[in-house]
């Protein structure tokens, strides 16, 4: 196994971080080819997407052709926004791209595949984005990398989650601990968002974008994004938990965010339209 794993360690430097991207000298655990087999070992990779800056992974909606465009789930602050992220309201539909990703297959092979457009993305609610890819599902199951499924209904209190991450080769378990009505980080207001329990998730910069699967099956019931890390109080990488009443609180975590909320866009082939009745996705 270990004449194939391929470790891509990529530190990048920003006028400020936030959101789980890479930092330099970012801690965490040594990342040993030893410590990366053992994941390979614990966690499923397949279908999960290496990124320059964060992670992601091929996903489907239920009913997806084999013969459509594959799907990249990742976050809206990885899609690498000329000049920083994404503005609180800003949304980005069917806009053209090309960029490069790599995506690990069921004998935990790195294949190149190239997104061709942003379907959608924002900061504003949620901070998710999918990407079209060139590719087909077909096109990636010749590869051996069958897509993880996109579950269409809300997840449960208690839920067992793996979060994978292919930036950093490496996996975390723990369970959802609770839900959070807005979660405030800099500039930015996220939505009943995913709050992890306090042992097991500890994600670390270049998490972003990974998938949240419920442990034991190949179905993602969120996407991984943010954590507060140094006790401060809804600012960047230091988010807090507000409620209904508007009261804060800071508590020492790692969220993600809801995806279920795609299947209320989507058209009878699987495309996202932000006028189809019931979307509310933000526009």
């Known amino acids: 196994m270990k004449n194939f794993l391929f470790l891509s360690i990529i530190f990048m430097s920003f006028n400020s971080f936030a959101f789980?991207?890479?930092?330099?000298?970012?801690?965490?655990?040594p990342l040993t080819s030893d410590y990366v087999e053992s994941n390979y070992l614990q966690y499923d990779f397949e279908a999960i997407v290496k990124?320059?800056?964060?992670?992601?992974?091929v996903i489907r909606f239920s009913g997806q052709p084999d013969t459509s465009k594959a799907y990249v789930l990742t976050n809206g602050h990885c899609i690498q926004k000329p000049g920083g992220y994404l503005s609180p309201g800003e949304v980005w539909s069917n806009k053209t791209v090309s960029r490069s990703m790599r995506v690990f297959d069921a004998k935990?092979?790195?294949?190149?595949?190239?997104a061709t457009s942003i379907v959608y993305a924002t900061m504003t609610n949620t901070d998710s984005a999918i990407y079209e890819l060139k590719e087909t599902y077909r096109d990636l199951m010749d590869l051996g990398i069958d897509a993880y499924l996109l579950i269409e209904s809300r997840p449960l209190l208690n839920t067992n989650i793996d979060i994978v991450s292919g930036y950093w080769d490496r996996g975390y378990r723990c369970h959802i601990d609770g839900f959070v009505?807005?979660?405030?980080?800099?500039?930015?207001t996220f939505t009943d968002s995913i709050r992890y329990s306090?042992?097991?998730?500890?994600?670390?910069?270049?998490?972003?974008?990974?998938?949240?699967?419920e442990t034991g099956t190949r179905n993602v019931i969120g996407?991984?994004?943010?954590?507060?890390?140094?006790g401060g109080r809804c600012t960047l990488n230091n988010p807090c938990e507000s409620d209904i009443d508007g009261n804060i609180t800071v508590m020492l975590r790692s969220y993600g965010q809801q995806t279920f909320h795609f299947y209320n866009c989507l058209t009878p082939d699987f495309k996202i339209?932000?006028?189809?009745s019931g979307c509310n996705?933000?526009?």
């Open 20 to 29: 789980e991207i890479p930092k330099p000298f970012a801690k965490s655990i």
């Open 51 to 57: 990124l320059s800056n964060c992670s992601g992974a």
């Open 108 to 114: 935990m092979k790195l294949h190149y595949v190239t």
């Open 181 to 188: 009505h807005e979660l405030l980080e800099g500039d930015w």
């Open 198 to 213: 306090d042992f097991g998730c500890e994600t670390i910069g270049g998490t972003s974008g990974s998938p949240i699967i």
């Open 223 to 230: 996407i991984n994004n943010t954590g507060n890390k140094d």
């Open 273 to 276: 339209d932000l006028t189809v």
């Open 281 to 283: 996705l933000p526009k």
